[in-house]
């Protein structure tokens, strides 16, 4: 036993030896720094050279055995991957951590202050693209061959500062000191077209062949960074595109004189991959995004057509090779262009490239929200695809001549899964023609799922019955477990054992000890110190105290009418008024903490952050409250302040408007961290309440059915506030300026809003939410029947983790096979 102990310690100092040596060669050879005269970036960069390396020899084994045995290749199109910082991600599925950790202490350096070096890649928005990630995780775990293919942004979503209150935008920089993760491949590059004019070809056999000529054509050039899989037994390859000029500049031009001139045409083709999501509220917006859409679906089919044929041949046999998933609507022009690539490159008959494509492709879709169901205007897709929109008034005759000859055919029902919305100005849907081209359509919740079936879709579901499943959605627990709490994570290992992020299911075992007080205690040791940093970072960025032991009642997401921030902070302040009227009541201290950013262009979740602020001002200023209540808005929402909030909260706000949040992944993240709920029935909430148990979770509001109902009714919500007196003093207060003293009409807009055009039903929803709150203040104020909910709640989140969800895909969709980790 003794032996075994000391061989294993002997064979870690081996490793970390090893390492060390290679981090101190890297430093040296790769970024050409001496030890004296290298920077924290330094460190960062030879000790990430280090992990890649690793990976890097495990990638060429994956690939090399995915070409050898020519099995099926997964394709995951997205045109976000909210990845956030790499190093540990890498180091903890090689199971380098320890090692490393030693390494770099020998060398004078923390592992944890290098951590904080790394930019944040930010290419994406929020869930959906988080979701990617998470994705890219699992498929690489589960070894199922995979590509990612997305764009490699130059600047990923904005970096937020907030300044008196207000939310400010500056760009992001996640370039600016190289990336070390990726590999440039500039050798593979593809032209991308836009523009110009058809020819018909009239052939010997009496059929046409379609030729486009493009007028304008961009590059698209690959950039690939390697994804392990936990303990290193799978890589796959994320393979972003940036967008490059044919020719980098006009000589004719610079020689004579005009040198910004002679760069106008690069200018022009590179903004495709300038930055995330282009402000799309003018048309130059709106051409800008359909351009990287097509830009880098026709990339991504052209490399994994050309990979199909070198590797099978034929491209007949592309369905049997490849599955493709488009997540979300924005790279539906993929079933386009495949048909495209089939018709006119490939001279497949069109009904055989038909087939092809629905075998090949299945559609994700991740929101009821109509805006976000893309639609383009026909007159912009005829000029800038204009073959695509042949093949798009092709499919669409052939799909509404079929329809028609069924029996409860309508004109009505036409119009409505017609590919042209005809009654908004001629406009292309992208999620009907996502829907038409896909073998399966799936929702990522059940609640989500079904509403596609009798909201967005209904008419699409009637006639092609069958199509849409629903895959809940997961997340990584090497991400958002091991790595973003460490403590817990040892505390949890010890009880189900070794294989914990083998298989999250094991979690289940934490329930037989979740009533055990010396399992509580530990457990809430754990979270303890996860809030003492936290309380740390807040000091530290905010200037502002909180007190470990108060309730964290946390809200972190993108800021939206729909997710109702505005539903808490009412909250916040009813209780702010109680607090003043009642100060010798004996209140649990409490520390609402909101983080996330509004889009740009929305003002009214813009403003919603300036009341978060502007609350937070007033009440962590006033005396009465010492301390009882404190509000934290943390500017900069992203991957890593995640990664700290999370562990530390203790209450977590899911309080969505009911059959809006698709399914929501910060509300498992939490669960999992052992964090209580407080939701309503939306998104995957109510999967969380089944699996967690009633008990332990707080839901509250109306259902999405009621909500339907209540809209139908009217949503004026004066009827609300004149029954609940604390909602009308809230409201009245707000609106008659105690929270702006500066500009006291500032928030009578948004109190109008909710008065008179309550679309979010948030005034309808305020007493059983405050209601609800109080039900959690009760919970807290017993320890021990808290701590054994959170305990269970970190039990039963083991369903949600993205191996269930990746592994469902795998079986129901693209019918390709796993293998879970840790089985040799
Ligand atoms: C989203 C949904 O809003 C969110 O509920 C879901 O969890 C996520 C992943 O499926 O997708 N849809 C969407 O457009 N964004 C999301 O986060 C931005």
Redesign the pocket.
Known sequence: MDIKVEDRAASDADAAAAIKEAILNKLIYSVGKSLEAASSHDWFVATAFVARDRIVERWLASIDEVNRTGRKQVYYLSVEFLIGRLLFDALTNMEMVEPTRAALFALGVDLDELREVEPDAALG?????R?AACFMESLATLSIAAFGYGIRYDHGLFRQRIKDGRQLEYPEEWLAFGNPWEFQRPEVDYEIGFGGRIEAEHQPDGTVKHVWLPGETVEAVAYDTPIAGWRGAHINTLRLWSARAPDPLRLDKFNSGDHVGALMDQVRAESISKVLYPGDTTPAGQELRLRQEFFFASASLQDLVLRHLRQHGGILSLADKVAIQLN?THPAIAVAELMRILVDLHDVPWRDAWAITQATFGY?N??L?PE?LETWPVPLMERLLPRHMQIIYLINAIHLDQASKLADSTGERLAAISLIDEAHGRRVRMGHLAFLGSHKVNG?SRLHSDLLKVTVFRELDAVLPGRITNKT?GVTFRRWLKEANPGLTSLLTEVVGDRLLDDARLLEKVAAVAGDAAFQERYAAERRANKVALAKLVRHRLGIKIDPDALFDVQIK?IHEYKRQILNILETIAVYDMIRAQPMRDWIPRVKIFSGKAAASYATAKLIIQLANDVAKIVNADPTVRGILKVVFLPNYNVSLAERIIPAADLSEQISTAGM?????GNMKLALNGALTIGTLD??NVEIREKVGADNIFIFGLTAEEVEAHRHRGIDGSDAINRSAKLAEVLEAIASGVFSPDEPDRYRGLVDILIHHDYFMVTADFESYYEAQRAVFRRWRDKRSWWRAAALNTAHMGWFSSDRTIAEYAKDIWDVPVKPPGRG
Do not use: C, F
């Open positions: 928005n929020g869930g959906l693209g979701l979300d994700t991740h929101t929200l976000a990522v959605n993108r949040e698709a399914s929501g992944t998104g995957a």
